[in-house]
């Protein structure tokens, strides 16, 4: 049974910082890529960060212009693990922040709130 937990998020001032957590159970973590999602309320769900495996091609991450250069997905193989660091958060990053992967279908964690506010 494949599952992702997510966890980390909270209530931070505009500028701080939060890192996200992904905890994958139930398949082979180290051969599939995972994805960090956003959706903030009314909005759709929106592809923010991906980081592939290390094989075949090496690891590689990509980003949404809306968070390159503050956001910094990584993952930890040994743990299952994926990490999204948050840094000059903004208002506008207010949302439920998701993992998923695809392995023959997509799969969700339950997402953690992230609320950027003073």
């Known amino acids: 049974q494949i599952q992702l937990v997510e966890s980390g998020g909270g209530l931070v001032q505009p500028g701080g910082s939060l890192r996200l957590s992904c905890v994958a159970s139930?398949?082979?973590?180290?051969?599939?890529?995972m994805y960090w999602y956003r959706q903030a309320p009314e909005k759709e769900r929106e592809l923010i960060a991906t980081?592939?495996?290390?094989?075949?091609?090496?690891?590689?991450?990509a980003y949404a212009r809306s968070v390159e250069g503050r956001f910094t997905a990584s993952r930890d193989d040994a743990k299952n693990t994926i990490y999204l660091q948050m840094n000059s958060l903004k208002p506008e990053d207010t949302a439920v922040y998701y993992c998923?992967?695809?392995?023959?279908?997509?799969?969700w964690g339950q997402g953690t709130q992230v609320t950027v506010s003073s």
């Open positions: 998923n992967t695809l392995v023959g279908t997509d799969y």
């Open positions: 980081i592939t495996p290390l094989a075949p091609s090496g690891r590689f991450t």
């Open positions: 139930g398949f082979d973590f180290t051969n599939f890529a």
